[in-house]
Structures are given as structure tokens and as C-alpha cells.
């Protein structure tokens, strides 16, 4: 069976605020309350209790560890008609991010050709 698309309802933009959730916990939590925090600050505005957050925001938020989270981090989150909001650092596309996965092991098997 086929899956359907869901339709996407609602999208939007935001520049999310960390550091005043983030400096209520001790140091060595406050990347998890920046997590958190920004699954709480997307829950309220988008009305949803569905919130995915992509693998890039979750890379950005754990760059520097867990004691130095950024500040504030940009978003587009979008809500389908199911009420699942998917999340995606601003101006990054979910298309080019598949792309770059696609050549990656290509570029592997050309580089294996070669020394063959």
C-alpha cells in the first residue's frame, strides 16, 4: 500500500529564544533543557503536541556539548493536517540534505574503483 502525503497546513518561521529556559538548570543540563525549550516554544505557537525536530537542529543544539548551547536558534517548522510539526533550520531544505546522502557513497564506490 502507498503511502499518503500529508498536506502541509500551516508553515512557519521562528528565531526561538534558548537562554532564559536554559540558565534556570545547571551547566551540565542545559542542553537538554534547550531541547526542551524549543520543543515547548513550537508545541504553544503551532498548537501541536507532535513536534520532530530534524537531525540538523538536533546537531546544531549539541555542536558545542552540553553545557554550551546556542542562545537562540532559527527554525521552519511546518504543521501537516495530521498535526505533525516537522521542524528544519531555517533555509535548509530537506531535499538538498538527501542529495548530499546520495552522492556520498557514490563518490565511495568511484574512489574504490580506482585504487582497484
Given at each position: 500500500m502507498a503511502k499518503k502525503e500529508a498536506a502541509i497546513t500551516l508553515e512557519r518561521t521562528y528565531n526561538v529564544p534558548l537562554r532564559k529556559e536554559f540558565l534556570k538548570v545547571p551547566n551540565w543540563k542545559r542542553t537538554k533543557k534547550a531541547v526542551a525549550a524549543l520543543q515547548e516554544f513550537l508545541g504553544k505557537h503551532m498548537k501541536s503536541k507532535d513536534i520532530r525536530l530534524s537531525s540538523a537542529i538536533n546537531k546544531t543544539l549539541?555542536?558545542?556539548g552540553i553545557r554550551q548551547p546556542p542562545h537562540h536558534i532559527k527554525v521552519t517548522a511546518t504543521k501537516d493536517d495530521k498535526g505533525v510539526v516537522r521542524t528544519e533550520l531555517f533555509g535548509?531544505?530537506?531535499?538538498a540534505s538527501k542529495e548530499t546522502k546520495?552522492?556520498?557513497?557514490?563518490a565511495k564506490k568511484e574512489?574504490?574503483?580506482k585504487e582497484a
Amino acid at each position: 500500500m502507498a503511502k499518503k502525503e500529508a498536506a502541509i497546513t500551516l508553515e512557519r518561521t521562528y528565531n526561538v529564544p534558548l537562554r532564559k529556559e536554559f540558565l534556570k538548570v545547571p551547566n551540565w543540563k542545559r542542553t537538554k533543557k534547550a531541547v526542551a525549550a524549543l520543543q515547548e516554544f513550537l508545541g504553544k505557537h503551532m498548537k501541536s503536541k507532535d513536534i520532530r525536530l530534524s537531525s540538523a537542529i538536533n546537531k546544531t543544539l549539541w555542536e558545542k556539548g552540553i553545557r554550551q548551547p546556542p542562545h537562540h536558534i532559527k527554525v521552519t517548522a511546518t504543521k501537516d493536517d495530521k498535526g505533525v510539526v516537522r521542524t528544519e533550520l531555517f533555509g535548509l531544505k530537506k531535499e538538498a540534505s538527501k542529495e548530499t546522502k546520495e552522492s556520498k557513497p557514490a563518490a565511495k564506490k568511484e574512489e574504490a574503483q580506482k585504487e582497484a
